[in-house]
């Protein structure tokens, strides 16, 4: 009897299906390469414009820092409502991008900057007067070492995005 050399129906059918699928496997792992770049993107942008406010502000002479980038206007240092206060706006237009932050000093819920405050990420509560005490007194005016938390949150590309970085200011 003599033997078939060539593909039949089914083989053939078979081998399409495969190289269907690996071609959408394939198409699937570029598309969410693609995504996965845009997020990795804002998220740099991010961290970076984070890291320009953490200098900017560290930039300031120390004991004007918790008057000028804190949420009341009314203790800034040349006069109320001149400072910048604790919420601020990053666009990066380019980008399609507008980021919205925000500064945190360790306060009370009066708006006091407090020793005894509980924020982990910050390294509160801390002793920033250098008395050696942790107590629950207001020291915005003889603070020695300041931490400071800024924040940016955003809408991305994969949803609500968020970048932030704690930093002790010191003299």
Request: charged share 25%; with cysteine.
């Amino acid at each position: 009897m003599g033997r078939s050399t060539g593909l039949g129906l089914v083989e053939i059918l078979i081998a399409s299906t495969v190289l269907v699928i690996a071609l959408l496997a394939l198409l699937s792992v570029a598309g969410n390469s693609i995504r996965l770049d845009a997020v990795n993107r804002e998220t740099a942008l991010a961290s970076d414009a984070v890291r320009m406010k953490l200098e900017m502000i560290r930039s300031v002479p120390l004991m004007h820092t918790f008057a000028r980038f804190n949420e009341t206007g009314t203790d800034d240092p040349l006069g109320p409502d001149t400072a910048e206060g604790s919420r601020f706006e990053v666009t990066l237009e380019a980008h399609g991008l507008g980021l919205d932050g925000e500064i945190f000093f360790p306060i009370s819920d009066t708006g006091e900057l407090r020793e005894d405050v509980v924020i982990p990420e910050m390294g509160m509560p801390c002793d920033l007067n250098g008395d050696g005490l942790i107590d629950d007194v207001d020291h915005r005016d003889d603070y020695l070492i300041l931490p400071v938390l800024v924040r940016l949150q955003w809408q991305g590309t994969s949803g609500a995005r968020e970048v932030s970085l704690a930093g002790v200011l010191l003299p």
